[in-house]
């Protein structure tokens, strides 16, 4: 059986704001990092007791480079850097079995620890008319391939949008949210043994979680923050700006193509200077 790891920051064990997740921030971003690894081979170790034979782990925060190389476990593979055209879930393809996203946050604009949806510069993303955050919007991209998310970890926040997507989901919740930055934490001992339980569980029901499948063509919408954002956004060819929602779309024609259209859109948008 093969295993794909993306890994986010935002809801590792024992991370509660951006002291953590940000490289500029000195000892608590290399806490983060030693939290996020530590993690990683929880699931890692518990795959492999399950019957894994072949894991890739793709570090999915910012320029992801955070997961400490030389402390993972040593049967996974990670992958590393940036820019990827599929970025978080970059490598996942039809010969994974199954996909667990591990440190994931609740979407933009709602409550949970370090709640964003990609970038600071969107207010709402939607495929087909549903609202999704990152959870939503990878899995879509594994739907794609037929590939099941089988578990996904954090607060008890994304644990409850990605059930509402994926009935059936197995949640490691590691912390429950207080505030955008503030959460009451399992020890470390408990988040480990959490994580363990729930990667153990989600790969005995491999069969019984269906991928998330999306129709196509796919509309996708962003709503973003100002309408300077909005408009660099729409130079993407073939993308509507509609002016009263602040919303772009694209009819992609593929999860690809709508990923790397998010992605050229952000970009734009980034360059957008509001004061
Ligand atoms: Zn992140």
Redesign the pocket.
């Known amino acids: 059986m093969k295993l794909f790891l993306s890994v986010?920051?935002?809801g590792i064990s024992g991370i509660v704001d951006t002291s953590y997740?940000n490289p500029d921030s000195g000892v608590n971003y290399q806490r983060g990092r030693q939290f996020m690894t530590t993690d990683t081979n929880a699931v890692i170790e518990a795959a492999l007791e399950s019957g894994v034979t072949e894991i890739l782990v793709s570090d999915s925060?910012?320029t992801m480079n955070n997961i400490l190389w030389e402390s993972l476990h040593p049967k996974a593979k990670l992958l590393a850097g940036s820019p990827r055209d599929s970025s978080m879930v970059h490598g996942l393809d039809e010969s994974f079995d199954a996909a667990m996203f591990i440190g994931y946050h609740t979407r933009q604009g709602i409550p949970g620890v370090l709640s964003h949806t990609m970038s600071g510069v969107i207010r709402n993303m939607y495929i087909n008319g549903q609202i999704v955050g990152e959870f939503g919007f990878n899995a879509a991209y594994a739907g794609m391939y037929n590939v099941p998310v089988v578990m996904v970890s954090g607060d008890n926040l994304i644990a409850k949008e990605a059930s509402e997507l994926i009935p059936g989901i197995h949640t490691a919740i590691v912390k429950e949210a207080v505030s955008r930055t503030a959460a009451i934490c399992l020890s470390r001992e408990e988040a480990t043994a959490e994580l363990k339980r729930q990667t153990a569980l989600a790969l005995g029901n491999v069969k019984q979680i269906q991928p998330y499948h999306t129709a196509l063509p796919l509309e996708l919408a962003i709503e973003f923050s100002h309408a300077g954002q909005a408009e660099f956004a729409a130079i993407v060819p073939g993308s509507r700006y509609e002016t009263e929602t602040n919303t772009v779309y694209y009819n992609a024609a593929n999860q690809q193509d709508m990923y790397t259209t998010m992605r050229a859109m952000l970009n734009l948008a980034g360059g957008a200077e509001f004061f």
């Open positions: 986010d920051m935002e997740i925060h910012n």
